[in-house]
C-alpha cells in the first residue's frame, strides 16, 4: 500500500491544484456567461470534443494502450521505444483528421445534441464549436504523452499540466467578462468576436497544457521520429482488444446523449436548471473522484498488469483491496460532507457576476443528489481495472450496456413524472442508481475472476468508514442549521458554513477514524504528519 499511496500522493497534489483552479475557471466561467441559454450553448459546444476523444482515445488508454506498452517494453529489445513513437505519429495523424471533420460537422453535432433550441442559440453554439472543436488532436496527442510518461512511472506532469490549461482559461474569461459584463450572458447581444475571444481560449489552454505533456515526455528521454511502419505496432491485436472498449465508450456515449438531449429541454422551459446546471454540478462531485481515485487507479493499474502478466493474482486482489480501501477512506466523508454543504459550496463559487444565489443554489441541490454516488462511481471504477489488467474490454462492454439501458430508463421517468425544475436532480438521482446497481453488478463478475476480492474485508473497512464519518456530516448539518438560522444565504455565509462545518467534519472523522486505528486513515494521518514535521 505505501507504494501506492507515495505515487497517489504525487498526483493527488498535482490533481488538486488542477481541480481547484479547474473551480476557479468553472466560477470565472458561470459568472462570465450564466447558466441560461449561452450557458447551455456554450456547454454543449464544450462537450463535444470530449465526446468524441472519448470514444476514439480516451476509453482506451488504461484498458488497452498502457497495458500494451507495457507489454512492448518488457518484449522489444528498444524496450518498446520505436512502437511508442508508431503510436504517437498515429494518434497525431488520424486526429488532426478527425478534428478537421469536426469542424465541417459543427452543425448536425450541434443538433444530435441539443433540443428545442432556437435558431440563434444553435448559431451560437455551432459558431463556438468550430472553434472548440481543434482542441482534439491536442488533447489526444498529451493524451498519449501522458500515457507513457505514466507507463515509466511519471506521474506527476499528467496532473500538473492541466494547471496551466485552467490559468489560460481563466485568464480569457477575466478578458471576456471585462469587455462584456452583464451583456456576456445574453445571447442576443454577443457577437462574433465575442464568440472568437471564447471559443479560441478554450483551445488555446489544450494546445498549452498539450506543450507541457509533450515537454515532459522529452524530458524523461524519449524521442518523437514519425514511424509510419504501423504493422508493427501491434494494431491488430489492439484493435480486437479495443473494439470493445470502443463498444463500451459507445454504449456510455448513448446515455450521455439521452442525459444531455433531457437536461436541454428542462432548461428551455426552466432558464438556469438545464444543461449547465449539470454539468457544474458533475464537476464539483468531481472533484474528490478526481483527486483520490483517479490518482489510486493510475498508480495501481501498471502494477495490477504487471502482476497479471506474472500470473500473481493474489498481487491482484491485493491491489484492489488496499486501493478501494484507500479510496473510501477519504471518499465516504467527502460523500456525505458534499450531501450536507452542496448548496454551500456552489453559492460560494457560482454567486457571483451574471449569476444569482438562487442559480448557485440549484446547482447545490443537485450537488447533493450527486453526493450518494461518489463511493459506488468510484468503486466502480476500480471494478473495470481489474477487467482492463487482464486485457479483458468485453466484459465492461456488457456492464456498461446494462447501466446505461437502466440510466436512460430512469432518466426518461424522471423527465416525465418531474417538473421542469426537478428534472436535473431526477437524472442525478438517475446516475446514482444506475451505479449502485453497476457496482453490485461488476464487483461480482470482477470477483469471478481472481477467484475473489477480499469482500469481507472491504466491507468491514467501509463500514467502520461510515461509522466514523456519520459524526462528522451531523456536525456539519449543526453548523449549517445555525448560520442559516443566524444569517440569510450569501456568499459570506456560505464561506462561513464550509470553513467551520466542512473543516469541523472533515478534522472529526479523521481524529475518529484514526482512534478507531482505520488503518487507510492512519496512513493518511502519518503521511501528512511527516510532511509537516520536516
Not at 468524441?52 to 480516451?58: A, G, H, K, P, S
Not at 448559431?123 to 481543434?134: G, H, K, N, R, S
Not at 454504449?251 to 437536461?263: A, E, P
Not at 462511481?377 to 439501458?405: E, H, M
Request: glycine share 10%; net charge positive.
Amino acid at each position: 500500500m505505501s507504494k501506492v499511496l507515495r505515487a497517489s500522493a504525487i498526483m493527488a497534489a498535482g490533481t488538486m491544484v488542477s481541480r481547484v483552479t479547474g473551480f476557479v475557471r468553472t466560477a470565472m466561467l458561470a459568472a462570465a456567461i450564466g447558466t441560461a441559454y449561452l450557458g447551455d450553448a456554450y456547454n454543449v459546444a464544450y462537450a463535444i470534443p470530449f465526446i468524441l476523444l472519448d470514444f476514439l482515445i480516451t476509453g482506451i488508454l488504461s484498458s488497452v494502450v498502457v497495458p500494451a506498452i507495457i507489454k512492448r517494453q518488457k518484449s522489444d529489445p528498444d524496450g518498446g521505444r520505436a512502437n511508442e513513437q508508431r503510436l504517437m505519429t498515429l494518434a497525431a495523424v488520424s486526429l488532426t483528421v478527425v478534428a478537421i471533420l469536426a469542424v465541417l460537422l459543427a452543425r448536425p453535432l450541434i443538433g444530435l445534441y441539443s433540443a428545442g433550441w432556437n435558431a440563434r442559440k444553435i448559431e451560437v453554439a455551432v459558431t463556438l464549436a468550430q472553434y472548440i472543436l481543434p482542441q482534439i488532436a491536442f488533447f489526444g496527442v498529451g493524451a498519449i504523452a501522458g500515457a507513457i510518461l505514466n507507463t515509466r512511472d511519471r506521474f506527476g506532469a499528467p496532473m500538473w499540466a492541466p494547471v496551466l490549461n485552467n490559468i489560460v482559461m481563466i485568464c480569457v474569461l477575466v478578458a471576456y467578462y471585462l469587455m462584456l459584463g452583464d451583456a456576456g450572458a445574453d445571447l442576443d447581444k454577443v457577437t462574433d468576436t465575442d464568440l472568437a475571444v471564447l471559443g479560441l481560449g478554450t483551445t488555446a489552454g489544450i494546445v498549452a497544457q498539450c506543450l507541457v505533456l509533450v515537454v515532459s515526455l522529452h524530458r524523461v528521454g524519449f524521442r518523437f521520429r514519425p514511424r509510419f511502419d504501423l504493422r508493427n505496432a501491434g494494431l491488430g491485436e489492439m484493435g480486437r482488444t479495443a473494439a470493445w472498449t470502443f463498444a463500451y465508450v459507445g454504449i456510455n456515449q448513448i446515455g450521455f446523449l439521452v442525459t444531455t438531449k433531457l437536461s436541454s429541454g428542462a432548461g428551455e422551459t426552466t432558464p438556469g436548471a438545464g444543461n449547465s446546471a449539470y454539468n457544474f454540478a458533475f464537476q464539483f462531485f468531481q472533484l474528490p473522484y478526481g483527486i483520490i481515485a483517479v490518482s489510486v487507479i493510475t498508480a495501481m493499474l501498471p502494477r495490477m498488469s504487471r502482476a497479471v502478466h506474472e500470473g500473481q493474482f493474489d498481487s491482484v486482489r491485493g491491489e484492489f483491496s488496499s486501493g478501494v480501501r484507500l479510496v473510501s477512506a477519504l471518499m465516504v466523508p467527502a460523500g456525505l460532507l458534499l450531501m450536507v454543504l452542496g448548496p454551500a459550496v456552489t453559492v460560494l463559487i457560482f454567486s457571483w457576476g451574471n449569476m444569482t444565489v438562487d442559480s448557485a443554489v440549484y446547482i447545490g441541490n443537485v450537488l447533493q443528489v450527486f453526493g450518494l454516488a461518489l463511493v459506488p462511481f468510484s468503486i466502480f471504477q476500480l471494478l473495470l481495472r481489474v477487467f482492463y489488467s487482464f486485457g479483458d474490454t468485453r466484459t465492461p462492454v456488457f456492464i456498461g450496456a446494462g447501466n446505461t439501458v437502466v440510466s436512460i430508463a430512469l432518466s426518461v421517468v424522471a423527465y416525465v413524472a418531474l417538473p421542469a425544475k426537478y428534472v436535473v436532480m431526477g437524472l442525478a438521482l438517475a446516475f446514482t442508481v444506475t451505479y449502485v446497481i453497476g457496482t453490485a453488478v461488476a464487483w461480482s463478475l470482477a470477483s469471478r475472476r481472481v477467484r475473489g476480492l477480499q469482500g469481507r474485508v472491504v466491507v468491514t473497512g467501509l463500514s467502520r468508514m461510515y461509522m466514523a464519518a456519520l459524526p462528522a456530516a451531523l456536525a456539519a448539518l449543526g453548523v449549517l442549521w445555525i448560520t442559516q438560522e443566524t444569517a440569510d444565504l450569501n456568499a459570506l455565509s456560505a464561506a462561513i458554513m464550509l470553513a467551520a462545518g466542512g473543516g469541523l467534519g472533515m478534522v472529526l472523522y479523521l481524529v475518529i477514524a484514526h482512534r478507531m486505528r482505520i488503518p487507510e486513515v492512519s496512513s493518511i494521518v502519518g503521511m501528512v504528519a511527516g510532511r509537516v514535521g520536516r
